[in-house]
């Protein structure tokens, strides 16, 4: 009974452990901040090659190309299996799409999810293209998420709670969409030192405002 009781107590500061917050030092915090900007560099190169006809496979090859050019290896591939170097998720696909030979149409979005590892770090990021022009109503949809994203971080101050930044977002999307049945699908919160990650996903309940949603 002695031994079963200190294996359970050993059992759980080893659960502690592996999900305490980890503080990144001032230096720490550089060199994840070198991993996010291959991201954001890379997020940029494809925006000029997102358009119809182009395929999320040609797309992942650039991708992989670019990052592995800047001494960083791709975040996401062989994770957990994952096969690719980015998540790719078509109109109403919300997360994780695995990257395909399909060519992308005009009036489609696509969200592209990237991430790179690099000196041992990751950085990941991720945005919602527009494939040529696309229906008003998708269009504000993705500029009021883009909208939110910065509510957010403009709650990141000293003595706020995680539940002010969710209020801020939540307040956005309700007066921007009275008429339809919106809510924040998540509004994910990861502390490192100053370090946060802010992930808000929009999901509309109405599916004639995203492109390839079978209609209710």
Excluded: W
């Amino acid at each position: 009974g002695c031994f079963l009781y200190i294996f359970k107590i050993k059992s759980i500061f080893t659960l502690l452990n592996r999900t305490m917050i980890k503080v990144k030092t001032t230096e720490e915090i550089e060199i994840m901040r070198e991993s996010a900007l291959v991201v954001s560099r890379t997020l940029g190169i494809l925006a000029k090659e997102v358009k119809p006809g182009v395929t999320t496979l040609f797309l992942d090859k650039i991708a992989e190309e670019y990052i592995r050019s800047q001494d960083a290896i791709p975040g996401f591939l062989g994770l957990y299996d994952f096969p690719n170097t980015l998540c790719m998720s078509p109109n109403a696909q919300v997360v994780h799409g695995i990257p395909n030979k399909e060519p992308l149409q005009e009036g489609d979005v696509i969200s592209i999810d990237c991430g790179s590892l690099k000196n041992g770090y990751y950085g990941d990021h991720a945005y919602t293209f527009a494939v040529g022009e696309i229906d008003p109503k998708t269009k504000k949809l993705l500029d009021v998420t883009k909208e939110s994203l910065y509510k957010g971080i403009a709650e990141f101050k000293s003595g706020n709670r995680i539940g002010d930044l969710a209020f801020a977002i939540q307040n956005l999307l309700f007066f921007t969409f009275p008429e339809y049945n919106l809510r924040l699908e998540t509004a994910s919160f990861f502390y490192n030192a100053f370090c946060f990650k802010l992930d808000a996903r929009i999901i509309s309940m109405h599916r004639s405002m995203m492109p390839g949603a079978n209609p209710m």
